[in-house]
């Protein structure tokens, strides 16, 4: 585990400075050194994993241009051989899980390279053991960098409210919801989304399908040792003023159906939740902030996290007669479906 202090956001400040009053053409004197990238998160959720490699570069001239050609931050697939390896905890190897290449189609456009990005993955159905413990490695063959890192799986856990035979969402009255579950073994950081599914269906035209997401607040454990009891509560009265706030009123002739909800908790692990932190924009004044890797002869983030899913198949009949007709979300266009 390493924390390195740069002058991160003096350096943007400055960079945006000059590119935007004078020039953004930059003069590097200093002889190129190979630094290697690396982003993974691990979650036992999902049946494929993902690690984003790349590499800093070096420009004397433009370094938007520069940052747009992939080929100055892409290592040659060619170059690299990456994979992962399951251990015992604290204890003995078990076994090896390839990763190869995957073109990512559909990135969306910033300062970097895009639509198409070069990522590494297992295949499909690759299912992580939270009694395990896995190691990232990678081999820069032209240059004989090993990079490593390691990390501890989530473990699953159980959501306490609403209980669990509750077929329906309910958002009705104006008091108190509450969503509550006892924190999950190597957890530290947790956010809920409720998700909100529903249907389109204009005047001509197929029927569409969409969702729109209430985020609520970020919440903590005290410790990573599990067993907390994690509460969440809010008034059923925020549900639509968020879908008012998130939603454009029909026109036209559009109708909706609403469809079903899901409750959403994601949990991160105390590296991504470090990671995280330290990352957030300064509100401060000083601009020395340190930048937080776990990665072994390379910078970046390879940790764990975890999304549990609460699905409800819709609306509870109140809530959804204060969707249709009440005084918040009734130009929303929702009808009973027929």
């Given at each position: 585990?390493?924390?390195?202090?740069?002058?991160?956001?003096?350096?943007?400040?400055?960079?945006?400075?000059?590119?935007?009053?004078?020039?953004?053409?930059?003069?590097?004197?200093?002889?190129?050194?190979?630094?290697?990238?690396?982003?993974?998160?691990?979650?036992?959720?999902?049946?494929r994993h993902f690690v984003?490699?790349?590499?800093a570069f070096q420009t004397?001239?433009?370094?938007?241009?520069?940052?747009?050609?992939?080929?100055?931050?892409?290592?040659?697939?060619?170059?690299?051989?990456?994979?992962?390896?399951?251990?015992?905890?604290?204890?003995?190897?078990?076994?090896?899980?390839?990763?190869?290449?995957?073109?990512?189609?559909?990135?969306?456009?910033?300062?970097?390279?895009?639509?198409?990005?070069?990522?590494?993955?297992?295949?499909?159905?690759?299912?992580?053991?939270?009694?395990?413990?896995?190691?990232?490695?990678?081999?820069?063959?032209?240059?004989?960098?090993?990079?490593?890192?390691?990390?501890?799986?989530?473990?699953?856990?159980?959501?306490?409210?609403?209980?669990?035979?509750?077929?329906?969402?309910?958002?009705?009255?104006?008091?108190?919801?509450?969503?509550?579950?006892?924190?999950?073994?190597?957890?530290?950081?947790?956010?809920?989304?409720?998700?909100?599914?529903?249907?389109?269906?204009?005047?001509?035209?197929?029927?569409?399908?969409?969702?729109?997401?209430?985020?609520?607040?970020?919440?903590?454990?005290?410790?990573?040792?599990?067993?907390?009891?994690?509460?969440?509560?809010?008034?059923?009265?925020?549900?639509?003023?968020?879908?008012?706030?998130?939603?454009?009123?029909?026109?036209?002739?559009?109708?909706?159906?609403?469809?079903?909800?899901?409750?959403?908790?994601?949990?991160?692990?105390?590296?991504?939740?470090?990671?995280?932190d330290v990352n957030t924009?300064?509100?401060?004044?000083?601009?020395?902030?340190?930048?937080?890797?776990?990665?072994?002869?390379?910078?970046?983030?390879?940790?764990?996290?975890?999304?549990?899913?609460?699905?409800?198949?819709?609306?509870?009949?109140?809530?959804?007669?204060?969707?249709?007709?009440?005084?918040?979300?009734?130009?929303?266009?929702?009808?009973?479906?027929?």
């Amino acid at each position: 585990m390493k924390i390195h202090t740069f002058y991160i956001l003096t350096i943007l400040l400055i960079t945006i400075l000059l590119s935007s009053s004078c020039s953004n053409e930059v003069d590097i004197n200093d002889d190129y050194k190979e630094i290697s990238i690396v982003y993974g998160l691990l979650d036992q959720s999902e049946s494929r994993h993902f690690v984003k490699l790349t590499k800093a570069f070096q420009t004397e001239g433009n370094v938007y241009l520069a940052a747009a050609d992939q080929a100055n931050s892409q290592y040659d697939p060619n170059d690299v051989e990456m994979w992962l390896e399951e251990y015992e905890i604290n204890g003995g190897y078990i076994k090896s899980i390839p990763m190869d290449t995957v073109l990512i189609t559909k990135k969306d456009s910033g300062a970097f390279y895009f639509p198409n990005q070069l990522v590494y993955a297992t295949a499909e159905g690759v299912i992580l053991n939270q009694n395990r413990e896995y190691k990232l490695k990678a081999k820069i063959k032209s240059s004989g960098n090993q990079i490593e890192a390691e990390t501890k799986i989530i473990d699953d856990f159980n959501i306490l409210k609403p209980i669990s035979f509750l077929k329906y969402a309910d958002f009705s009255g104006n008091y108190s919801h509450t969503v509550q579950f006892f924190s999950p073994e190597k957890g530290k950081l947790y956010q809920l989304v409720i998700r909100f599914y529903y249907t389109e269906i204009p005047t001509s035209g197929p029927k569409t399908s969409h969702f729109t997401d209430w985020k609520l607040s970020q919440i903590r454990s005290k410790t990573t040792d599990g067993g907390e009891k994690m509460t969440y509560e809010f008034l059923g009265s925020t549900f639509y003023n968020n879908l008012a706030a998130t939603i454009e009123p029909a026109e036209n002739g559009l109708k909706r159906w609403s469809d079903s909800v899901h409750y959403i908790i994601s949990v991160a692990d105390e590296d991504f939740t470090i990671y995280m932190d330290v990352n957030t924009p300064s509100t401060s004044i000083v601009q020395d902030k340190p930048a937080y890797s776990n990665i072994e002869n390379g910078y970046g983030i390879f940790a764990s996290r975890y999304q549990k899913i609460r699905p409800f198949i819709g609306l509870s009949p109140k809530s959804l007669d204060t969707l249709i007709n009440g005084s918040v979300t009734y130009q929303l266009g929702f009808e009973n479906r027929p």
